[in-house]
C-alpha cells in the first residue's frame, strides 16, 4: 500500500516541474505518453490486491472503473453518425489506457494520438 501512495507525490512533482518549466502542451505530451499511461493503468490494477476475507473493495473499485470508462466508449459511439466523422476525446490520462484499447478493439474505428499533432 505505501508503494502505491507514494507514487502518488512523485506524479505530482514530475507534473508540477513540467508546468514550472513549460507549458500545457508539454505537460499533455508528457501524460499521454505510452510510459506514463502504462504506470497509470498499472496503479489502478494493484487495486486488485486489495481483497480477503470474503471481502473485494479493490476489485469492486476496478469494476466501478471499467464500467465508467467502457460508458464513456459507448457514449463516443453514439455520438458518431458517420464513418466520416471525427471526433476529439479529452479525459484524465486515467482513462486513456482503456479508452485507447476499446478505440483500437473497433475495427470501424481509427486512433489518432496527440503525438501526432503536438509537437
Do not use: C
Amino acid at each position: 500500500m505505501n508503494g502505491l501512495i507514494s507514487q502518488v507525490p512523485r506524479e505530482i512533482e514530475a507534473m508540477s516541474r513540467i508546468l514550472s518549466r513549460g507549458t500545457i502542451s508539454d505537460l499533455l505530451r508528457y501524460i499521454n505518453q505510452d510510459e506514463h499511461v502504462r504506470r497509470d493503468h498499472e496503479f489502478y490494477m494493484s487495486m486488485a490486491q486489495f481483497a480477503g476475507n470474503g471481502e473485494y473493495p479493490g476489485p469492486d473499485l476496478l469494476a466501478a472503473w471499467y464500467q465508467r470508462n467502457i460508458r464513456i466508449y459507448s457514449n463516443l459511439r453514439g455520438i458518431i453518425d458517420s464513418p466520416e466523422d471525427r471526433v476529439l476525446v479529452i479525459y484524465g490520462s486515467g482513462h486513456l489506457f482503456w479508452l485507447e484499447r476499446d478505440v483500437l478493439d473497433s475495427p470501424d474505428l481509427e486512433l489518432v494520438r496527440l503525438s501526432d499533432y503536438a509537437k
